[in-house]
T-cell receptor
Framework: GAVVSQHPSWVICKSGTSVKIECRSL??????MFWYRQFPKQSLMLMAT?????????EQGVEKDKFLINHASLTLSTLTVTSAHPEDSSFYIC???????????FGPGTRLTVL | GQQLNQSPQSMFIQEGEDVSMNCTSS?????WLWYKQDPGEGPVLLIA?????ELTSNGRLTAQFGITRKDSFLNISASIPSDVGIYFC????????FGTGTSLTVIP
């Protein structure tokens, strides 16, 4: 149980294009989903928290117009990197949490490379 | 946001040796979690601790929730090559905080 998937697992795009990453909880309903970014040899950095049906809460320094988050259902959240640039290249990981439980279950991550 | 301090930052050990790492915080937490991350993958939950003083095992892994609620440790006994990876602690109260990570290398 508690499986979270991400799609795509990797993507290469040209500078200026937008990329959408999906995060799904496969066998449970996630009231809250989180988006993280991870640079090589570093810990995960929380970008935003999204609750189903409401606007995402972004961490300080994360541009909400750049990283659009939609949490339209209890099993799906999407992160869209708009007008991507090479500095947006990173490993993006989502996680999901069930209401009243503290554990977060992580997806396998999406490697984004912007050329 | 806040990050929890993990030590050591990295470890190089011989196969068969035991491993110990810990995680400390200036804040108290209600839950301590330990994750392992393999290269190119997302973190996988290993152990969850819910009560101060709790000692929980999962196979060769043992973790404890410190009685002050500000720390936790993870032990791995008789390490094997597939234990290689980065181990993260996480603490939850009103929010979820990640540790800085401990990179483990097991030499066959």
């Amino acid at each position: 149980g508690a499986v979270v998937s991400q799609h795509p697992s990797w993507v290469i795009c040209k500078s200026g294009t937008s990329v959408k990453i999906e995060c799904r909880s496969l066998d449970f309903q996630a009231t809250t989903m989180f988006w993280y970014r991870q640079f090589p040899k570093q810990s995960l950095m929380l970008m935003a928290t999204s609750n189903e049906g409401s606007k995402a809460t972004y961490e300080q320094g994360v541009e909400k117009d750049k990283f659009l988050i939609n949490h339209a259902s209890l099993t799906l959240s999407t992160l869209t990197v708009t007008s991507a640039h090479p500095e947006d290249s990173s490993f993006y990981i989502c996680s999901a949490r069930v209401a009243d439980y503290n554990e977060q279950f992580f997806g396998p991550g999406t490697r984004l490379t912007v050329l | 946001g806040q990050q929890l301090n993990q030590s050591p930052q990295s470890m190089f050990i011989q196969e068969g040796e035991d491993v110990s790492m810990n995680c400390t915080s200036s804040s108290i937490f209600n839950t301590w979690l330990w994750y392992k991350q393999d290269p190119g993958e997302g973190p996988v939950l290993l152990i969850a601790l819910y009560k101060a003083g709790e000692l929980t095992s999962n196979g060769r892994l043992t973790a404890q929730f410190g009685i002050t609620r500000k720390d936790s440790f993870l032990n791995i006994s008789a390490s094997i090559p597939s234990d290689v990876g980065i181990y993260f602690c996480a603490g939850t109260g009103n929010q979820f905080y990640f540790g800085t990570g401990t990179s483990l290398t097991v030499i066959p």
